[in-house]
């Protein structure tokens, strides 16, 4: 008998014994464990990005309930009656805001309250405080302030080029048109504060308390591409995509969102502060700025410079492994499902944009 050409499923020992060999039941059980929480943690993000919008629409619906003191299911008539009758409140910083606070703020509780009694998902491991997340944002606000300045820079260039090939790229627009006490505070509370907390406490916190467990570098992936998708309109996705990798980097290495989310509201600030100053009418507010930008680059060019070995990262398994999860992960039908709605989002408002023109 030829023991050299056994069949798929043998082995052959010295002992002259034959051996069924079986699929591995750790590994079997690993990638059940992956579907399972991938499924869960795609179904919280859907469920976020539907019930946001549809906190949208309720909102226009009771705008228009208040005002005309009738009440309508039609968010186009709601919608259109606002933008011809009001168009100075629907098109103002305070309404804006209080849409965007009235939206995020109640889907988020839900999808967390959803997460822990209905889909029981395990993603507390970032929401620890950790001391050293502290001191970490403070010490890589500046580092990705440098990175962000780099990276709207060649995105300024890109967008020339597309804007003089006759593309319309739609972006987002934080400009306060009328300026006003109640504008800068509600700019500055969902900008600054809200918004950071949110998007950190979703696409760092649940995402990498959720997967990190089967690759840190495939959850810090997943995590900005994400958190990318997630604003909506070219320019953003990049600059975000790309920050969100080094906001969940450092996360991970902390052990916390702590940092991201310090850093994350920094750099929010930054990116607004002209836009309240002048709104507030305070003189000179670009010298100040441009001497605050040099500041913080220079200190953020230190940074970079001495801590960026901190930004790595170590695995606990095989390479073959790793491999092996992220593509389970990124694979996942759920998780798919909830990034082509995303892609397609965005697509279809870049189509739009250019049809209209």
């Known amino acids: ?7 798929q499923g043998f082995s052959y020992d010295s002992g002259q014994n034959v051996n069924i ?31 946001s919008d549809l906190l949208m629409y309720v909102f226009y619906l009771v705008t228009y309930a208040v005002l005309t003191k009738t009440v309508t299911l039609s968010v186009s008539e709601a919608a259109t009656y606002l933008v011809r009758e009001h168009y100075g409140l629907v098109t103002s910083t305070s309404f804006t805001m209080g849409l965007n606070l009235a939206a995020t703020l109640p889907t988020l509780a839900v999808v967390l309250i959803l997460g822990k009694a209905v889909f029981k998902a395990d ?10 997340g502290f001191a970490a944002g403070a010490r890589w606000s500046p580092a990705c302030f440098v990175i962000n300045m780099i990276i709207s820079m060649m995105l300024y260039y890109v967008m020339a080029f597309l804007n003089n090939a006759g593309v319309t790229v739609p972006e987002a627009d934080f400009t306060i048109n009328r300026p006003s006490i109640l504008a ?22 649940v995402i990498l308390g959720m997967i990190s467990r089967y690759g840190k570098g495939a959850a ?3 995590s900005a591409l994400a958190f990318g998708l997630m604003h909506g309109n070219v320019p953003q996705a990049v600059s975000a995509f790309l920050t969100g ?8 290495n902390c052990g916390s969102i702590i940092p991201s989310i310090l850093i994350h509201s920094f750099n929010n600030l930054i990116a607004n502060f002209s836009t309240l100053a002048n709104a507030l009418g305070i003189p000179h507010s670009d010298m100040a700025l441009s001497i605050i930008e040099i500041l913080i680059g220079l200190v953020g060019v230190y ?3 001495t801590y960026y070995r901190q930004l790595r990262y170590s695995e606990d398994r095989s390479k073959q492994e790793l ?21 397609y989002e965005m697509v279809n408002d870049l189509i739009e944009a250019n049809i209209r023109v």
Request: some cysteine; aromatic content about 12%.
């Open 21 to 51: 060999i079986f699929p591995s039941e750790e590994r079997m059980r690993r990638k059940q464990s992956i579907a399972k929480d991938c499924g869960k943690m795609g179904a919280m993000l859907i469920i976020y990005h539907v019930m």
């Open 303 to 305: 940074v970079l410079m």
């Open 220 to 222: 810090v992936l997943f």
């Open 123 to 132: 993603f507390n491991g970032f929401f620890h405080p950790e001391k050293k």
């Open 323 to 343: 491999a092996e999860d992220r593509k389970s992960i990124f694979t996942n039908p759920v998780l798919l499902i909830y990034l082509a709605i995303l892609i």
């Open 245 to 252: 990798i080094l906001y969940a980097s450092i996360a991970v």
């Open 1 to 7: 008998m030829d023991f050299n050409n056994t069949p």
């Open 184 to 205: 800068v505070v509600t700019q500055f509370l969902y900008v600054v504060v809200i918004a950071p907390i949110i998007e950190e406490t979703l696409y760092r916190g």
